[in-house]
């Protein structure tokens, strides 16, 4: 069975810093991973994601995420963090083994936070 | 402007009462699914639908019920057999239910049970 697992439940960068949010999963079957963010009180919004082919995905408001297999990691990175970037962030994997949903399977969540 | 609406936003209801949840969709699209978010867990599914007239329990369905009359519909009850009902509610559909379609989400709502 698929599971995902995000490492740090919060993160606190400061504005202008490095982004690293790290994802790692398990899956019997190669995965379709997401990265979805989720600003107080709303609903989640695809930030990128991966199926298949390069392994960098660029995804929106200037981040991306390197699939690496060897490591099953997915992990996402802002080369500068703006306080817009303050939210909540999920890494997901679909679950695409012989039961074959659609069904995602999410991590428990990351919180950014991004000091002035 | 094509998309996914829930209501009522905020949702307040005393214990051992039910209460249905509105989920519609514009989108035109086959699967729907229903999320529950509580802090440090991230969603968990309680069902989806991956076409009108059928629906299946996710990993978390006691206490909770649905119907897919409609293509656009998929709204959820939360019945009084909820040990814990009181959570933010996410409703998402996409294309297809097959694993490599984006989900999109509606706006939530947040139900409050004392």
């Known amino acids: 069975a698929q599971s995902v697992t995000q490492l740090g439940s919060h993160v606190s960068v400061s504005e202008g810093a490095l982004v690293l949010l790290r994802c790692n999963y398990s899956?019997?079957?190669?995965?379709?991973l997401f990265w979805y963010v989720q600003y107080p009180n709303q609903g989640l919004q695809l930030l990128l994601k991966?199926?298949?082919?390069?392994?960098l995905v660029k995804g929106i408001n200037g981040f991306e995420a390197e699939f690496k297999k060897s490591e099953t990691s997915f992990h996402l990175t802002k080369p500068s963090a703006h306080m817009s970037d303050a939210a909540e962030y999920f890494c997901?994997?679909?679950?695409?083994?012989?039961?074959?949903?659609?069904?995602?399977?999410f991590g428990q969540g990351t919180t950014l936070q991004v000091k002035p | 402007d094509g998309g996914i609406t829930q209501s009522p936003k905020y949702l307040f209801r005393k214990e051992g009462q039910n209460v249905t949840l509105s989920c519609e969709q514009n989108l035109n699209h086959d699967a729907m699914y229903w999320y529950r978010q509580d802090p440090g867990q991230g969603l968990r599914l309680i069902y989806y639908?991956?076409?009108?007239?059928?629906?299946q329990k996710g990993d978390i369905a006691e206490g909770y019920s649905v119907s897919r009359e409609k293509k656009e519909s998929f709204p959820l009850t939360v019945t009084s057999a909820q040990k814990n009902p009181t959570a933010f509610y996410l409703c998402?559909?996409?294309?297809?239910?097959?694993?490599?379609?984006?989900?999109?989400f509606g706006p939530g709502t947040r139900l409050t049970v004392t």
């Open positions: 991966y199926t298949t082919g390069a392994t």
């Open positions: 899956s019997s079957v190669p995965p379709y």
């Open positions: 639908s991956q076409i009108v007239n059928d629906f």
């Open positions: 997901a994997v679909s679950d695409l083994g012989s039961s074959n949903t659609g069904k995602l399977i």
């Open positions: 998402a559909s996409s294309t297809g239910g097959y694993g490599i379609n984006k989900q999109y």
